[in-house]
């Protein structure tokens, strides 16, 4: 399964109205093809879980999504605890990992020299995997308390250049507009910088 194919097939089966939280790299590129409007693109690596789990608890009972890749997620594993506690509790959140075993956006080096058993690591904070090889093994429904969804995928081409037309910080704007307007309250305006 491609990250696109995975990406799609989950964004399928979540409210419509689901704000989705982005690594970098190609799955922000393929969000950003899917759902722009909706998702915050964050521009730096280990903060998509611990950000989009504090939105979640923010937002309810709005659904939140994560998509964090491996690469990212391991470089926050201090997050595991909080994810442990919280998870469990959230029935608008979702966090799913997409897991190609290298970092991408790098030039492809390994995100890890050694095995690395998602459900093992999980259930040490008293959270459950489920390993999703193709998008009919995305559990259904979404989303489930204290369940992280690991997409094993292969992509098999180059990833495209990135067609995103703004950046993290006007992500985070877009994404302000949008929970005001589902909230039915003006949006906040940025500090005028002197």
């Given at each position: 399964?491609?990250t696109?194919?995975?990406?799609?097939a989950?964004?399928?089966?979540l409210?419509?109205?689901?704000v989705?939280?982005?690594?970098?790299?190609?799955?922000?590129d393929?969000?950003f093809q899917?759902?722009?409007?909706?998702?915050?693109?964050?521009?730096?690596?280990?903060?998509?879980?611990?950000?989009?789990?504090?939105?979640?608890?923010?937002?309810k009972?709005?659904?939140?999504?994560?998509?964090?890749t491996?690469?990212?997620?391991?470089?926050?594993?201090?997050?595991l605890?909080?994810l442990?506690?919280?998870?469990p509790?959230?029935?608008?959140?979702?966090?799913?990992i997409?897991?190609?075993?290298?970092?991408?956006?790098?030039?492809?080096?390994?995100?890890?020299h050694?095995?690395?058993?998602?459900?093992?690591?999980?259930?040490?904070?008293?959270?459950?995997?489920?390993?999703?090889?193709?998008?009919?093994?995305?559990?259904?429904?979404i989303?489930?308390?204290?369940?992280?969804?690991?997409?094993?995928?292969?992509?098999?081409?180059?990833?495209l250049?990135?067609?995103k037309?703004?950046?993290?910080?006007?992500?985070?704007y877009a994404i302000e507009?949008?929970?005001?307007?589902?909230?039915?309250?003006p949006?906040?305006?940025?500090?005028?910088k002197s």
């Amino acid at each position: 399964m491609r990250t696109s194919e995975f990406l799609q097939a989950l964004l399928g089966r979540l409210d419509p109205d689901c704000v989705v939280v982005s690594s970098l790299g190609r799955t922000s590129d393929e969000l950003f093809q899917l759902a722009p409007e909706r998702t915050l693109f964050t521009d730096t690596m280990g903060d998509v879980s611990a950000l989009a789990t504090g939105m979640a608890i923010a937002m309810k009972p709005r659904p939140v999504l994560a998509v964090d890749t491996d690469g990212s997620f391991l470089m926050n594993l201090s997050v595991l605890t909080a994810l442990g506690s919280r998870l469990p509790t959230l029935d608008n959140h979702t966090l799913a990992i997409v897991d190609n075993g290298i970092y991408e956006s790098a030039g492809g080096m390994p995100s890890r020299h050694c095995p690395l058993d998602w459900q093992h690591l999980f259930a040490a904070v008293g959270l459950a995997a489920i390993t999703v090889r193709s998008s009919c093994d995305i559990p259904d429904p979404i989303p489930r308390p204290g369940t992280v969804v690991v997409a094993q995928v292969v992509n098999d081409a180059a990833p495209l250049d990135s067609a995103k037309t703004y950046d993290g910080i006007e992500s985070s704007y877009a994404i302000e507009r949008l929970i005001a307007a589902q909230r039915g309250r003006p949006p906040r305006r940025p500090a005028l910088k002197s």
